[in-house]
Each structure stands twice: as structure tokens, then as C-alpha cells.
């Protein structure tokens, strides 16, 4: 369903539910926060791991300019709403020029002054701006493991795809820049998460496989 412009804002701004795999609803930051938190998570941490290293500056620089640019949209559409004598906000702040934005639009709407040209525009706007964190933010790298599920009670080795018999291995790996690499099970949703846990998932693996 197509959000609404306040929706909009609220993805990019605040904390707000997301539908994950399986329909339930996961409680996330708004899209901004997350941009400055992965800039920040970025760049003092380290995740024990050197092979991260070129995603992490990969990321770090897509995320800096990103921000800019969103910054500068925000304060651009403030722009276009207040009148001389408004009270001063700081451009710098994205979310704070966005809910002030929209405060601004909300009362333009309720007195007839916008049109639909002018919601058009702010709407697509609002979605280029989500669209392109989200990209930056997700630019997961998604890689099957084989082998079957070390779980005891799973043990699945491959997930159907579709529903004319192709399929994928159960245990995938997913590999987020400035994030530690995870293994999940689609069947079990067991994870294992850092490359300690990685490797001793590996050895389980190795160990079934020696005794199937
Ligand atoms: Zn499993």
C-alpha cells in the first residue's frame, strides 16, 4: 500500500514497524538515525575481522555523501514552506527540518494552499530519500553454505525455492558492510553470528558430513 506523506516521514525520522519474512512486524529505527549510526559504527569499530575492512570503507563513503544529500533535501523543502519571520531551524538537522517540514505541509494542506503537483514532488522526494538509504544501509551480500543444519532437530540441508522443485542450500551466510558476517538457517532461523561462531558452525558442519 502507498504510504502517505506522513508515513513517509515517520520511516525516515522515527522508530516504526517493519514487516519482516513471515509477516511479523519488527520495531526499527527511522532510516536517518541508521545512516548516521552505520557512519558512526563505521568508523572507530572493529569487528575482529580485516576482510570487512573494504566494505566498511565502501560504506563509509556512500553513507557520508548520502547524508549530505538528505540533509540538503530536508532543509530544501523546509525552504520551500517557511516565510520570512518563521522562527530559525537548524539545516543541519535532517529530522528536524523534516518534522518541522511537515508540520509546515500538514497546515498548508489543511488550508487548500498545496496541489497535486506540489505533493507529487514531496512525495518523491520523501521516497528517493528512503529508497537510497535503504540501498546503502542494505547492500547485503547473501551466499549459500552447504551442508546440512547442525541444529539438533533441524538437519535440513536445502529450502525450496518454488514450487516446481527448485531450491537453495538451508544455510546461508549474509554479509552486511560494518556488520559481523552471519549464518542463518531458513528453516530454523538459528544464527550464528561473529566468525568464532561461523567457525564452530564449520566444524560442525565438517563433523556431520564425515559421519553421514
Ligand atoms: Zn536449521
Redesign the pocket.
Known amino acids: 500500500m502507498r504510504k502517505t506523506i506522513a508515513e513517509l516521514v515517520a520511516v525516515l525520522c522515527d522508530e516504526h514497524d517493519v514487516e519482516v519474512r513471515g509477516g511479523r512486524l519488527h520495531r526499527e529505527d527511522g532510516l536517518i538515525p541508521k545512516l548516521r549510526e552505520s557512519m558512526r559504527a563505521s568508523m572507530g569499530m572493529t569487528h575482529g575481522g580485516h576482510s570487512l575492512a573494504h566494505e566498511r570503507s565502501t560504506l563509509n563513503l556512500a553513507a557520508f555523501t548520502l547524508y549530505e544529500h538528505v540533509t540538503f533535501t530536508a532543509g530544501l523543502m523546509l525552504g520551500q514552506v517557511l516565510v520570512a519571520g518563521d522562527d530559525p531551524v537548524d539545516r543541519r538537522d535532517p529530522e528536524g527540518s523534516l518534522r518541522r517540514w511537515l508540520e509546515e505541509w500538514t497546515l498548508a494542506v489543511h488550508r487548500g494552499e498545496t496541489n497535486d503537483a506540489q505533493e507529487a514532488l514531496a512525495r518523491r522526494r520523501l521516497s528517493d530519500l528512503a529508497a537510497r538509504i535503504d540501498q546503502v544501509l542494505a547492500p547485503t551480500r547473501v551466499a549459500e553454505i552447504l551442508g546440512a ?1 547442525p ?1 539438533p532437530g ?3 540441508r536445502y529450502w525450496p525455492t518454488d514450487t516446481q522443485g527448485s531450491r537453495t542450500s ?1 544455510l546461508y551466510a549474509v554479509l552486511v558492510p560494518g556488520e559481523p558476517v552471519q549464518a542463518r ?1 531458513h ?2 532461523d ?1 544464527q550464528w553470528t561473529g566468525e568464532a561462531e561461523l567457525e564452530q558452525l564449520n566444524t560442525a558442519i565438517n563433523r556431520q558430513e564425515k559421519t553421514a
Open positions: 543444519c541444529n533441524c538437519g535440513e538451508a538457517c528453516w530454523c538459528t
